[in-house]
């Protein structure tokens, strides 16, 4: 889903299949690593569950909003530096508090939901690299130790350790819950629970600053 990366930064933008490509990509970050890589396996991994894509859109616009509407409104302590890349292309994001994925993915265990949440971040540096993916527990059952290794051999040791980027996405995920709970109550943003929650990510431009 991405292109090979040669050279030295700063980098281009069309590096990515559009509805896999990381929103840094889109606000034109001039440098970027394979953290890029990391969220188009969090949305393919989603596809898997939804038998559709996830940020499905025309153009960059639509998949950025797409994008908000389930990631919720990015702030200074999710991605301060997100921020500064909208400030400098003059774009306002739109404002959501966000879709659980567990409602987005109600097929999916809570061990796959947390590690797309975590792949899905906002700050790069929060998603986990490959092979903290590997060590997240939804791989667990893929390995088969032979009776010969011990559980205190150094490669359980690497399996059982959960890096903390994948608490910090359970706890995004409790935000947006808190999130849409006090939009609903002023009436801002009203979820009907009877309807699939990826047809409710209307197409919708980018908002930019005057």
């Given at each position: 889903?991405?292109?090979?990366m040669?050279?030295?930064p700063p ?9 896999y ?24 991994m ?26 919720g ?12 890349l ?6 306002r ?17 809570s061990?796959?939901?947390?590690l ?14 490959a ?8 791989f667990?059952g893929?390995y ?26 359970r ?33 919708n431009?980018f908002?930019?600053?005057?």
């Amino acid at each position: 889903m991405a292109r090979k990366m040669n050279g030295k930064p700063p980098y281009t933008h069309n590096v990515t299949t559009l509805w896999y490509g990381a929103p840094e990509v889109f606000l034109r970050a001039p440098y970027y690593n394979s953290s890029v890589d990391m969220w188009a396996a969090g949305a393919i991994m989603a596809e898997l569950f939804t038998n559709q894509p996830l940020f499905q859109g025309s153009f960059e616009s639509d998949v950025m909003y797409k994008i908000c509407r389930v990631l919720g409104t990015p702030t200074e302590s999710t991605w301060f530096s997100g921020l500064d890349l909208a400030r400098n292309i003059c774009y306002r994001f739109p404002d959501f508090p966000g879709v659980r994925f567990s409602e987005l993915l109600p097929t999916a265990s809570s061990d796959a939901v947390n590690l797309i949440a975590s792949l899905l971040s906002w700050c790069p540096c929060e998603r986990p690299t490959a092979m903290q993916a590997l060590q997240h527990p939804f791989f667990h059952g893929c390995y088969r130790m032979p009776p010969t290794v011990h559980l205190e051999d150094t490669c359980c040791n690497i399996l059982n350790s959960v890096p903390l980027v994948f608490r910090i996405a359970r706890q995004r995920e409790l935000l947006k819950e808190t999130r849409s709970l006090r939009s609903c109550v002023s009436g801002s943003e009203r979820v009907d629970a009877s309807e699939d929650p990826i047809h409710k990510l209307l197409l919708n431009p980018f908002v930019f600053l005057k």
